[in-house]
């Protein structure tokens, strides 16, 4: 898959909202008064405590592990070498990533 077609199915995705809220709007229907609702709101209240004790209680610890320990420390020595390279006046990509010949 492309990145037109990555952006045509973003642009498509708006348009069928667009869409969808013309068509709700000239059925009278009240977005703003349904979302505000009180047993909308205390819904939405409740899957967001939800998901804040779920993060603090079970994710955040190993994801923030991995992303500290893994990710961050592969990221910067990526970074820091290629601005190495690149103040060197060499390619930014590494010799490993050579062209491939067809």
């Not at 991995?66 to 590494?94: C, H, I, Q, T």
Request: glycine share 6%; charged share 15%.
């Amino acid at each position: 898959m492309n990145i037109q077609e990555k952006q045509g199915g973003f642009v498509r995705l708006i348009i069928i909202l667009v869409i969808v809220l013309l068509i709700l709007s000239y059925l009278g229907f009240d977005l703003k008064g349904f979302i505000e609702s009180p047993p909308v709101a205390h819904n939405f209240t409740y899957v967001q405590e939800t998901a804040v004790y779920v993060w603090n209680a079970y994710l955040s610890k190993p994801v923030l592990l991995v992303w500290n320990s893994v990710l961050v420390s592969l990221l910067y020595k990526a970074f820091m070498d290629g601005l190495e390279r690149l103040r060197e006046g060499k390619s930014v990509l590494p010799d490993s990533f050579a062209s491939p010949t067809f």
